[in-house]
């Protein structure tokens, strides 16, 4: 094995992405998903590879900081990538600490160890942190966000990410920690946990239950398919410049009604259903409190220094995905048993 490479939350949404490529694209590293399985990690997202030579799981917390330690002294990793993180804004309103805990001491327990452990020679090794495009707070109706953008995060979610990027940069300036970071915006896709927006109405509309669209629908989101988030993190990770960010995005604005309305579409089409039908289901409900209006970034950066570009237009990544869910009842299923119920029920019905 060439590399030892740890990747955090490589259980959950797009890390399993991250780590099925890296897992098959790089059979000489040695890949250790490092992942505590909270409500949003699940093991069934990595059938395929969870038996290959170059892979491991381990169970446990970024937060544990002797448990970090000891994990490094044993596996001696050459990188990390680090996308481990509580992510869904409407949970930061509710429990703001908990994001504060995992996003915020849970980064800085890696970089304390990485740093320990990499201090004699930093030489060919990476620390590569996963964040967000919400750190730079909302636009409003035009412009983009570039890596120049001034942080102004609004939610705990977002404040608790622009923290640890922070973290992050204060490693490489103070200790000279090899970094970089991405911030990237929507992702949708295969896996995705039905607590955000695209997987909750796909789940809702294949059982008829209410779409609830928060306040005038009228908020503007830009959507990347995680297929394609997982090959920018790859260039990143590989060819990215120490000490930079890049930002990622689909160049694929959507305000959410108009989204909605077009998932409803094919979901009627696919499910043999009357055009129409499902947009029946539309309810407009109470806004997000610090509903940011509008996201969109500007991945001239990765672009023009990596070639990165989306692989798949959006009518191909929803079509795609909507197949997944439909194909896959088994796993929305298993996630939407037991704790789920009362989430939702907190969340929608209260
Ligand atoms: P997710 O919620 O689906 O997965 C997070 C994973 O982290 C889960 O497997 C969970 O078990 C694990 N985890 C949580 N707390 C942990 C802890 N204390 N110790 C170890 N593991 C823990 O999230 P996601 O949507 O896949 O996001 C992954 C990363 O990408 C996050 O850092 C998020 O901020 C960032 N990001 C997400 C998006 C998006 O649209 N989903 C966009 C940009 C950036
Ligand atoms: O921009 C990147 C971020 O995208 C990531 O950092 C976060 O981890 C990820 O959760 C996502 O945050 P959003 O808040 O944008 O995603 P969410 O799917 O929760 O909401 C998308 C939009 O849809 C937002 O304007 C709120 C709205 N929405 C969401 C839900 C869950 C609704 O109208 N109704 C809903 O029930």
């Not at 094995?1 to 991250?18: D, E, Q």
């Not at 992050?168 to 929507?186: D, H, K």
């Not at 237009?313 to 796993?331: C, K, R, S, V």
Request: proline residues 4%; aromatic residues 14%; contains cysteine.
């Amino acid at each position: 094995m060439s590399k030892t490479i740890l990747i955090t939350g490589g259980a959950g949404f797009i890390g399993s992405h991250v780590v099925r490529r890296f897992v098959n694209q790089y059979p000489n590293y040695r890949i250790i998903n490092l992942d505590a399985l909270t409500y949003a990690g699940n093991l069934e997202n990595l059938k395929d590879i969870e038996n290959k030579d170059n892979y491991k799981f381990v169970k446990g917390d970024i937060t544990d900081a002797q448990f970090i330690d000891e994990l490094f002294e044993k596996y001696q990793f050459d990188g990390v990538v680090h996308l481990a993180a509580e992510s869904h804004v409407d949970r930061s309103i509710k429990d703001p600490l908990a994001f504060a805990k995992t996003n915020i001491l849970g980064t800085m327990t890696l970089l304390n160890a990485a740093k320990e452990l990499w201090s004699d020679d930093y030489n060919d090794k990476r620390f590569y942190h996963i964040s967000t495009d919400e750190v730079y707070g909302t636009l409003g109706e035009t412009g983009l966000f570039t890596e120049e953008t001034a942080y102004d995060p609004n939610s705990p979610y977002s404040a608790s990410k622009a923290s640890s990027d922070h973290f992050v940069r204060a490693y490489g300036e103070t200790y000279g920690l090899p970094y970089v970071i991405s911030n990237c915006s929507n992702n949708y896709g295969p896996n995705h946990f039905p607590e955000k927006l695209i997987p909750l109405f796909i789940h809702n509309i294949i059982n008829e239950n209410p779409l609830p669209v928060y306040g005038d629908g009228k908020y503007t989101r830009d959507w990347l398919y995680v297929i394609d988030h997982a090959r920018a993190i790859d260039l990143i990770f590989h060819e990215g410049k120490n000490a930079e960010t890049y930002n990622i995005g689909g160049f694929n604005e959507w305000q959410n009604i108009d989204l909605v309305k077009e998932l409803c579409r094919q979901m009627d089409d696919k499910l043999n259903r009357e055009p129409g039908t499902s947009e029946k289901l539309i309810t407009y409900v109470k806004d997000r409190p610090g509903h940011d209006l509008r996201y969109a970034i500007d991945a001239t950066k990765i672009n023009q220094e990596l070639g990165w570009s989306p692989s798949v237009t959006f009518e191909e990544g929803l079509a795609e995905t909507i197949d997944w869910y439909l194909n896959n009842p088994a796993w929305l299923k298993h996630v939407t048993s037991g704790d789920y119920q009362n989430y939702y029920k907190e969340q929608y019905q209260d």
